[in-house]
């Protein structure tokens, strides 16, 4: 499958809830959540960011001493 096609593939399954952001993210092969937002909004697609997602980042720089 071309990347082409994997992209639009996995951007229908993200936008119809099939794929979670960080699923969307691995199966993409971005590092960060901040690749997988600027691929998205590339595309046109604002990224699925819930208040439980900032906290949960709070807690994990909390963990790391940040």
């Known amino acids: 499958m071309s990347r082409r096609a994997l992209e639009a ?3 229908e399954e993200y936008k ?3 794929l ?6 691995r199966l993409l092969g971005f590092r960060t959540r901040i690749a997988l937002d ?3 909004k590339a595309h ?4 699925d960011y819930t208040l439980a997602d900032l906290e949960q980042e709070r807690q994990d720089l909390r963990r790391l001493g940040f």
Not at 44 to 47: E, M, N, Q, S, V
Request: charged share 10%; no cysteine; hydrophobic share 55%.
């Open 16 to 18: 119809s809830g099939h």
């Open 20 to 25: 979670t952001s960080a699923e969307l993210r």
């Open 44 to 47: 046109g697609i604002l990224l």
């Open 38 to 40: 600027g691929f998205l």
């Open 9 to 11: 593939l996995a951007i």
